[in-house]
């Protein structure tokens, strides 16, 4: 079964500086997707970014920048030049297809804190 | 930009009463969703839903729990006769394609009291 963990229940980071939440997963495919969500206050769960296993590249959104480690099953975010509003619940997710269905699963998430 | 919309945004009820969470998806998409997430704790899947049928669902989403698209616009979730265990916040999410991202609601906070 696949798992997804994310080892860093709480991080903290100062205003304009750069931070990394860490995510490893277990798969035996070797085709799938990876997900960052970002869930604020407010509950809601925003989409940061997302990875394709058979793309190299790691993908980057502004400020988000993932370092995908296929090999060693990691899947890091980072964000750089840190903002109040960056402050949350981050979930890594693995999308797992079975059968022709598919589903997300779900770390158990890093809170971040974002110091002024 | 389009967006997926969950009502109420919370409510409250007596333990043992039904409950209908009810979710708008964007308007061309095809797979739909419900996760829910019991406080402090992670995102779990509950059941997936295309072509007018569950195509899975989880250990969770037992005969207590059913899913149906009765217009073609709306997706909701029943919970027959609420327990205590079943307050949480319940995400109802879409996506256009089988190979795409998932765009989730606001989500629904349900109180079983």
């Known amino acids: 079964a696949q798992t997804v963990t994310q080892s860093q229940p709480e991080m903290s980071v100062q205003e304009a500086e750069t931070v990394t939440l860490s995510c490893t997963y277990d798969?035996?495919?070797?085709?799938?997707?990876l997900f960052w969500y970002k869930q604020p206050p407010s509950r809601q769960m925003i989409l940061v970014i997302r990875?394709?296993?058979?793309?190299?590249q790691n993908a980057t959104e502004n400020r988000f920048s993932v370092n995908f480690q296929k090999a060693a099953k990691s899947f890091s975010l980072k964000i750089s030049d840190s903002q109040l509003g960056d402050a949350a619940m981050y979930f890594c997710?693995?999308?797992?297809?079975?059968?022709?269905?598919?589903?997300?699963?779900f770390g158990k998430g890093t809170k971040l804190t974002v110091n002024p | 930009e389009p967006e997926v919309t969950q009502t109420p945004s919370h409510q409250v009820t007596q333990m043992g009463q039904e409950v209908i969470l009810r979710c708008v998806p964007i308007s061309n998409h095809l797979y739909f969703y419900w996760y829910r997430q019991i406080l402090g704790q992670k995102v779990e899947f509950l059941v997936s839903f295309y072509n007018n049928e569950i195509s899975e669902k989880s250990e969770i989403f037992d005969d207590q729990f059913s899913v149906e698209r009765p217009d073609g616009s709306n997706f909701t979730l029943k919970i027959r006769s609420t327990k205590l265990e079943d307050s949480a916040m319940y995400f109802c999410?879409?996506?256009?394609?089988?190979?795409?991202?998932?765009?989730f609601g606001q989500g629904t906070r349900l109180t079983v009291v």
């Open positions: 990875q394709e296993a058979y793309k190299q």
């Open positions: 999410a879409s996506k256009p394609t089988y190979d795409t991202e998932a765009f």
């Open positions: 997710a693995y999308r797992r297809t079975q059968g022709g269905s598919e589903k997300l699963v």
């Open positions: 798969t035996s495919e070797s085709d799938y997707y």
